[in-house]
């Protein structure tokens, strides 16, 4: 019969002489990420390789220090790279709708916006003060002076020529007209004109078509005088303002002489300051047409002379690193807002923000990729992007409006950026399956894990860690005791002896909840003691759902035996998982067998409550069974196997071994201890499996056999291969200690049904017995029992069936 497991092998402590400190206040603090080695060496390759495509996927559960990590790691080295140039738009006067993107140096964005506001400025003053100087007024009154001269004498010597032949010049409705006259000077009317003889009339017709051809040519001659005129004031503007506008345009394109694009602008601003001088004048204000309707000073705007100063670097030190905490499409690419005038939406280029790409542009992003993920357009975007490597801040909503609006097209802006995601192992998995186009972006794969090993350094790491909490948050210091059992916990975590757990989190939660003991206790350190009651008022916290089963179990609502002995049950073990607590329960599992060919028949399967990975396990136990007791002749059977009073569909193959033994009770008529449990999966070759979750089922167990009363017959059986995942909490250690629990591991499943029964299992003999009395005998005698009774009923059958024939065969 196996052996118990000894006191070492349930929990393994922390050695003290490791330790080589009184308290955590004598550690330096731990900069750095604790057995995080293949991610960080992904990290430092991702990081350092630009090649495109070599962006990064950071993959880890939660709590293993993937945020903190990379922002560590980004925030040392962005300090020794260049910080990027400014970004800011500019007016397009070519194309408004397209404003025009320019790069500077680090810094000169702001300056550059302050001399255009300056230049503005200024010109509002100086190009008023030349149109209103002498010297523009002298060379304005020459100009009108002499094209009014010219004006007067053209009509002056027409009015003379239309005098001396009996016509005037007359203002109508319709312009000027040549008008026949009288001695006495008054126009000659109709009637008067009517009563001449034909020879006059003609006569006068003759001279005034003459001289309305002469009247014509004045005029014509006079707008075309009024358009030189006109342009010629134009010139003497422009100069004017030229002397006020070009030599400080000039200062600018000089100073910013080195940019592509900047010169070009400025000479097209000087452009559109002189096609715009009424905008610079002095505007006198319009009397109302009613005095109580005063209308609004209508002011000239000078907003397309600004500069929208998109991402400024000036203060910057390094490299940018953004952390965009809310990726939705408008937060990462940038926007266009508007402002509502008398009920309309209006916009400019003014009013282009920028998004996060923007600010890490020559730098780093990172990003939560489930939160990505729910951000409609986000995604795509950002791959479209990185693809593209520039940033478009476009209107997503336009493709889904009934009416298209006209709006502003900023000019892209080339991106030089590493996008850097952070989610889980699902999504990254899920996203490098079904999307090609991630593959192609997103090359480094950075993994955190989330256990290390458990030796010497990384113990240190782990008390330097304390240390470094402690310290950061003000925390009382731990003595080395407290250290231990804060080890004991990772290994706890992590559920394997050799192993700590990475999820630093929960460590420090579990540091700032004994540190709450450990005040409140009044001590001045944080000793093994605190961390303890930390741990066991963390499970109380969480513990209310456990407790009820437990209650409803021993009061028998649940039914759960625990003493004695009984044919075809056996208590096996769960995992209830909550989410953040989880707890072992004990389930009954029965099994009934009977004379026929039905074989093994899983209940759960036929009401489909059973997983496909039971429903293998079943299959396994089947084929076991014929193996191992078919292999000289064949066996019948019909048998049935549940697990009573559940209500839940079961899944996982952890049950197999104690399925077989309840199935084999049955069989045989051979009583089970019910105060052992058994948890461990099978193969077909009958080697027991490990299976998960071993401390929570033995602990489980363990509270309700000490509930009813631990009297030494009670214990759990378990897979061999499970004892270095064991960290037990202290009361079952010292139950095993006191002999009133026991662990017993296995290899093989003879071994555990030794252990339920009392009796032997018995070796196959040469003839293909067993021995007699054994487990083996007894459960093939009974197997041997039900074929030879199928035997002669089936051979009985026959008989009648052969009467039957020969009954009929007579009365033919």
Known sequence: MPGKLSIDELYKCCDLNILKFNTTDDLPSFEGTIGQERALNALDFGISLENSGF??????????????????????????????????????????????????????????????????????????????????DKQKNLILEEFQKKQKDLFSSLEDEAQTKGFSIRKTVSGLLIVPIKKTGEPL???????????????????????????????????????????????????????????????????????KKIPTYFEEVKE???????????????????????????????????????????????????????????????????????????????????????????????????????NIFAYDALKRSIRNREIKIEDVWEQYRLVSTTTLKPEAIPIDIKVILVGNPYLYYLLYSLDEEYRELFKVKADFDSRMERNVENIHKYASFVAAKCKDDKLLPFDRSGIAKVVEFGSRLAEHQEKLSSKFSEITDLINEANYWALKAKSKVVINEHVEKAISERIYRNNRIEERLREMIAEGTLIVDTSGAKVGQINGLAVLDLGDYSFGKPSRITA????????VINIEREIKMSGKIHEKAMLILTN????????????????????????????????????????????????????????GSMDQNGDVQPIGGVNEKIEGFFELCRLRGLDGSHGVIIPRRN?????????????????????????????????????????????????????????????????????????????EEKKKNDKENEKE
């Open 55 to 136: 962006n990064i996927f950071i993959l880890g559960e939660n709590g293993t220090g993937k945020m903190s990590t990379i922002k560590s790691i980004l925030a040392k080295r962005s300090l020794n790279e260049p910080v990027p140039t400014d970004w800011c738009y500019v007016y397009n006067f070519k194309d408004p709708d397209v404003p025009i993107a320019v790069s500077l140096e680090p810094g000169r964005a702001v300056t550059f916006q302050k001399d255009m506001d300056e230049l503005v400025k200024i010109l509002r003053v100086e190009i008023p003060k030349v149109f209103e100087s002498k010297e523009y």
């Open 189 to 259: 009317n109709e009637e008067e004109f009517e009563a001449l003889d034909e020879k006059t009339k003609k006569k006068i017709e003759e001279l005034g078509k003459s001289l309305q051809e002469k009247l014509d040519d004045v005029v014509r001659t006079l707008r075309e005088g009024e358009k030189l005129v006109k342009d010629l004031l134009g010139r003497l503007e422009r100069e004017a303002a030229l002397s006020a506008v070009g030599h400080l345009i000039d200062e600018l394109k000089n100073k910013y002489r080195d940019n």
């Open 272 to 374: 559109d300051i002189l096609a715009h001088l009424e905008d610079f004048k002095t505007q006198e204000e319009q009397p109302a047409a009613l005095p109580f309707m005063k209308p609004p000073k209508a002011e000239p705007t000078f907003t397309r002379y600004t500069v929208n100063v998109l991402v400024n670097n000036k203060e910057s030190k390094g490299s940018p690193c953004v952390f965009e905490s809310n990726p939705t499409y408008f937060n990462l690419f940038g926007r266009i807002e508007h402002k509502i005038q008398y009920g309309i939406a209006v916009t400019d280029f003014s009013m282009i923000k920028a998004g996060s790409l923007h600010k890490a542009n020559g730098g780093y992003v990172v990003i939560n990729v489930l939160d990505l993920l729910r």
């Open 592 to 599: 009934r067998s009977w004379t026929g060919k039905a074989g």
């Open 624 to 679: 076991y069974l014929g193996s191992t007791y078919a292999t000289k002749k064949p066996i019948s059977i019909s048998a049935s196997i549940t697990f009573e009073q559940l209500y839940d569909i079961v899944e996982g193959d952890s049950a197999t071994c104690a399925e077989l033994y309840a199935l084999l009770s049955s069989i045989a008529n051979i009583p089970l201890k019910q105060g052992i449990a058994i948890t």
């Open 723 to 799: 004892i270095k995942h064991l960290m037990i909490k202290k009361d079952v250690v010292d139950a095993v200690r006191e002999g009133k629990f026991a662990i017993y591991p296995i290899d093989r499943i003879e071994e555990g049904i030794e252990i339920l029964t009392g009796l032997h299992v018995g070796e196959i003999k040469e003839d293909g017995t067993y021995p007699e009395g054994t487990i083996n005998y007894l459960v093939a005698k009974r197997l041997a029992e039900i074929s030879d009774a199928l035997k002669e009923k089936k051979e009985k059958e026959e008989e």
